[in-house]
């Protein structure tokens, strides 16, 4: 006898092509069905809250009165919630979004009882291979999907475990025909038996048990009330199974009785049997641009600096920072943050995005502030402070501004030292801009605004002050203009189209004709790129660019300027009519003493229905990259080798090699690499005839949520054929990258620990007597220079410092980006009584040595670990 266990759930878009606001009103209506049916009857078990508590609190913010019914389920283990907060992506968001989001969603669900302990992502396009250790890091040990698998796996079976590089493993259950199949199922016997027959024939084919699982529900479904008539319909259809009512954690139990399953490594993302959509990484890069920058902000200013703070003296606002992760994990549901959306949600997106960095910025800037307002000083000048957020002390070359009513002005630290600095802008300021009481009472004399340019130490995961005081010098700059670049590293020349050359004069290597754009046509929607038939692709190559060169003492600066005629549309591009443009800023940064290129682009966009590339040749003819998941890195090949079977095997979707990364790309050998670090587009695909080009993707450009027989996707479409001409992404769009060239390989060099120190600059705070925002002064008092830790052993890589939800210590999280084990250790500048390595759930797991106010512990390659102290 065969089990079936049918499983009522729904699936919970908050919003795709329908708003959250739309959606939250069909919740209201089907909650109280569903809280009906539990209570009024016994022979309706359970029913899946789809794994996500901000349910919960969209409904609780209608019908708060209903608290109590939800718990009383909740407890009885009728209604089942949790784990996760929202239903998250998982390849184009971070490692610390992802565990903010089962962190907060099992902190949400204490309020009601237990938590279904599976990581049920049944949507998510791919799967990251990383997500083990995120769910084992929370004692899960289970996981539940759709999208991403097939036989090259290394099973035809749906059930099997998934294990990582560093050995952290769960039990999957696949959901081989997706989360609906049981979906208003139908009473008419015939169309039943219809439909069934080809779910079984799949089901049975990839079970290892005799179980298999019947998801009733769908995306919005309210709950089906003739369940019970359907069953006794499929009893009487085939009487040699049993059909009843469950839940998840019941198939789990019945497979872990299998002691011979497969155990499968690594990322899923084949379209074979479901579309997992390449290229959506790319879809409104926009809003992905404004995740990434934000993600970045939290994890490694927002909290380090909140911990700095904490470690003085200062609150750490737990109340203002878990509402901010909460905001941008409402955009990481899988249409939300693959943008798959109607262009009314991607302006709720966007604005969640807008309110969300509004509160980082600010929260920032007043942990900066009460920092700098109570330093233990008996002057009253003006003090310039900057912030190292990384642990380890850091010699940089620094950007920063200074108000003062001054006409010159000097540096001095606190040992009354000065510091040689530039001044590359300066501007007059009305008074009332910065404090309107100034002007209210009468003095309208201007400030000026100066940017100055420095270089220094600060200390490791602190900061360093020094004070702003007259001087009877004026202060010269030494920036004049050249034709080339030369710093510590690097010559760089411009070519007449506005491409580098780059030679490094480390490697003796040259490369040329980099940052060349690539522009093709886009004949596909939001989920996915499609190429027009035999095209001709258009190129930067004959451009003519207007080139500008500053260099000083410090850093040189490269501004290159040019437009690019491309068609207006895709029936021109067809006519091969180039009547339109993008108009490109590229601005290049390059200090003296660092191998890394910022590069800055400003584009403004004319164009429809096409997608712009950048272009890095790096002369290295590789059959793989390198990128980073979550707290690891991944081996890709430059083309997947399915582009050859995948028309004959019928798959969903072609396997073209676009990848998603999240902080770098690399190409390399074992002499040396050359790596893409980016704060903004996570698109890459190696390009090129031998294989031997990053093409970082800019945007993509379409005016249609879904769309049906493209080139690369063929059938139906995937959403739906609505229009959304703001996904055409025209006016002005902001992305910001570095290139690196290094020895070694992209792992043995660390490429993941220079990305975030690229994505952790240097952050200032200039006070000056006057503010538009009065604080009093607080009781505690700041040394004028400050280190909180330190790290002993350089190697791993920082994912975040923040204090524990629930005590007073602090978290402290890193990770092994390289292809060989490390040690980390840290030291801490104050009494450290205990550390235990902890879980990322922020439980403590093993008491480690603490000596001299140090710690550490031993970390395999790809693996997390979080030290509680």
């Known amino acids: 006898m065969k089990n079936v266990h049918i499983v009522p759930h729904m699936h919970w878009d908050r919003e795709w092509y329908f708003s959250t606001e739309e959606s939250r009103i069909l919740l209201v209506n089907n909650m109280e069905e569903i809280l009906e049916m539990l209570e009024s009857n016994p022979e309706y078990p359970h029913y899946v809250l789809d794994g996500q508590t901000a349910i919960l609190e969209d409904y609780f913010a209608i019908k708060p009165e209903n608290k109590d019914r939800v718990k009383k389920l909740v407890q009885e283990g009728r209604l089942i919630i949790g784990p996760w907060y929202t239903q998250t992506d998982e390849m184009v ?167 011979e399953l497969p155990t499968l490594t ?119 402070c900057a912030f190292n957020l990384l642990p380890y002390e850091r010699e940089d070359v620094m950007t920063a501004s200074v108000i003062s009513k001054l006409g010159s002005f000097k540096l001095v630290d606190e040992n009354n030292a000065e510091l040689e600095f530039e001044v590359l802008d300066q501007e007059i300021m009305d008074p009332g801009l910065i404090d309107r009481q100034i002007v209210h009472y009468g003095n309208y004399d201007p400030f000026i605004k100066y940017t100055i340019q420095l270089k220094d130490r600060i200390p490791a995961m602190g900061y360093k002050t020094y004070f702003v005081t007259e001087s009877d010098t004026e202060v010269r700059s030494s920036e004049s203009a050249v034709d080339q670049v030369e710093t510590d590293f690097y010559k760089i020349t411009v070519n007449p189209n506005g491409t580098l050359n780059i030679f490094d004069k480390k490697l003796n290597k040259r490369f040329s004709n980099i940052l060349m754009l690539e522009d093709g046509g886009d004949d596909g929607d939001e989920y996915d790129f499609s190429p027009l038939p035999d095209e001709k692709l258009i190129y930067s190559d004959k451009a003519k660019a207007d080139v500008n060169i500053k260099q000083n003492q410090f850093e040189a600066v490269i501004t290159i300027r040019y437009s690019l005629t491309v068609p207006e549309n895709l029936d021109d591009r067809k006519n091969l009519l180039a009547n339109s443009s993008v108009d490109v800023q590229i601005t290049v940064t390059v200090a003296h003493h660092k191998p890394i290129i910022k590069v800055a682009f400003d584009i403004d966009n004319h164009a429809k229905d096409h997608r712009l590339r950048a272009l890095i040749p790096t002369g290295i003819a590789s059959s793989f990259s390198v990128s980073d998941n979550q707290f690891g890195s991944i081996t890709r090949h430059v083309i997947d080798e399915a582009m050859d079977i995948w028309e004959e095997e019928d798959w969903d979707e072609r396997p073209d090699s676009i990848y998603p990364m999240l902080t770098y790309a690399g190409l390399s050998d074992k002499e040396y690499g050359v790596s893409l670090l980016t704060n903004s587009s996570r698109e890459y695909e190696i390009v090129g005839e031998e294989y031997d080009t990053i093409a970082v993707t800019l945007f993509r450009s379409v005016g249609v949520l879904g769309k049906e027989n493209m080139l690369r996707r ?141 710690f550490g512990t031993r970390v395999r390659t790809n693996q997390v670990r979080t030290i509680l102290f």
């Not at 004692?139 to 099973?155: A, L, N, Q, V």
């Not at 089906?224 to 198939?251: A, C, G, H, V, W």
């Not at 200013?301 to 200062?314: D, H, K, V």
């Not at 791993?796 to 250790?825: G, H, P, Q």
């Open 714 to 854: 063929p059938g139906r479409p995937s959403g739906i054929k609505l229009p959304t001409p703001d996904s055409q992404l025209l006016g002005r769009i902001s992305l910001d990258f570095s290139l690196l060239i290094h020895s070694d390989s992209t792992l043995k060099a660390n490429v993941a620990r220079m990305a975030k120190e690229y994505l952790t600059p240097i952050h200032f705070y200039n006070k000056i007597p006057f503010n538009a925002m009065k604080l009093n002064n607080a009781e505690i008092k700041t040394p004028l220079s400050y280190s909180f830790l330190n790290e002993v052993q350089p190697g791993a890589v920082l994912s975040t410092l923040k204090k524990a939800e629930k005590e007073d210590r602090y978290v402290l999280r890193f990770y092994n980006a390289t292809d060989e084990e490390i040690s980390a250790s840290f030291e801490a500048r104050h009494a450290v009584e205990e550390a235990q390595l902890a879980n990322l759930n922020e439980q403590p797991m093993k008491l480690l040595k603490v000596q001299n106010n140090t």
């Open 266 to 384: 690594g990322e899923f993302l084949d379209g074979k049997y479901s579309r997992v959509h390449r290229s959506i990484y790319s879809t409104r890069m926009d809003i992905k641009a404004a995740n990434t920058r934000i993600e970045n902000k939290i994890t490694n200013i927002l909290e380090p600096l909140a911990s700095l703070a904490y470690s003085l003296g200062f609150e750490y606002h737990h109340g203002l920072i878990e509402p901010i992760w909460k905001e941008i994990m409402k955009n990481h549901a899988h249409d939300s943050i693959g943008c798959c959306c109607s262009d009314k949600v991607h302006q709720e997106i966007s604005n969640r995005f807008f309110l969300a960095e509004e509160k980082v910025d600010q929260l920032i800037h007043f942990y900066k502030r009460k920092i700098v307002d109570s330093m233990a000083t008996e002057t009253e000048q003006d003090r310039l």
């Open 93 to 259: 968001v971070g490692g610390e979004s992802i565990v903010r989001n089962l962190l907060y969603g099992l902190k949400d669900c204490e309020e009601f009882g237990s938590p279904m302990m599976i990581g049920y992502l049944p949507d998510s396009f791919g799967q990251s291979s990383q997500m083990p250790q995120i769910l084992n890091g929370f004692d899960i040990k289970y996981s539940i999907f759709w999208r991403g698998t097939s036989e090259r796996h290394g099973t035809d079976k749906t059930e099997f475990y998934w294990e990582t590089d560093e050995g952290s493993k769960v039990l999957v259950q696949l959901f081989p025909l997706g989360y609906a199949i049981g979906k208003y199922l139908p009473e008419d016997e015939e169309k039943l038996q219809e439909r069934i027959n080809k779910y079984f024939a799949v089901l049975d084919r990839g079970a290892t048990t005799g179980n298999i699982i019947l998801p009733n529900g769908h995306d919005q479904m309210p709950i089906q009330k003739n369940i019970f008539t359907i069953m006794e319909k499929l009893r009487k259809l085939y009487p040699d199974r049993e059909f009843f009512l469950s839940r998840y954690e019941n198939i789990f139990a019945e497979l872990e009785r299998n002691q």
